[in-house]
């Protein structure tokens, strides 16, 4: 069974770091992409990054682009989420989800808009405040 839990969440100041860690198990990450996403009170759920791990392709949202980074390590199963320059505006949920890698092979369609999502972790709190 596809499983995925999120640690690494906790309150930063702004301009702090964080990493968020997601542990899969149940399957392997060379036949799925890894997405960040986030969800904010009284907001839509947002796709963050992507990840696919087979060839290290990446999708970033415009809103964290070169701030956040996202990379795998197959062997432990695990997929990371470097948060630097942290703002007020991060503050959310952040959920990982696994998408079958087919669906990312020509565009990040399934990142960005939440399509074919499997394995939902019960998500990590990020919360950037003074």
């Known amino acids: 069974q596809l499983q995925l839990v999120e640690s690494g969440g906790g309150l930063v100041q702004p301009g702090g770091s964080l990493r968020l860690s997601c542990a899969a198990s149940?399957?392997?990450?060379?036949?799925?992409?890894i997405g960040w996403f986030r969800q904010a009170p009284g907001k839509e759920r947002e796709g963050v990054p992507c990840?696919?791990?087979?060839?290290?392709?990446?999708w970033f949202a415009d809103s964290v682009k070169g701030r956040f980074t996202i990379s795998s390590k197959n062997a432990k199963n695990t997929v990371y989420l470097e948060m630097n320059s942290l703002k007020p505006e991060d503050t959310a949920v952040y959920y990982c989800?696994?998408?079958?890698?087919?669906?990312?092979?020509?565009?990040?369609?399934?990142?960005?808009?939440?399509?074919?999502?499997?394995?939902w972790g019960q998500g990590t709190l990020v919360t950037v405040s003074t």
């Open positions: 990840i696919s791990s087979s060839d290290g392709r990446t």
């Open positions: 149940g399957f392997t990450l060379d036949y799925y992409a």
């Open positions: 989800a696994a998408v079958p890698v087919y669906y990312t092979a020509k565009d990040w369609a399934a990142c960005q808009y939440g399509l074919y999502l499997e394995g």
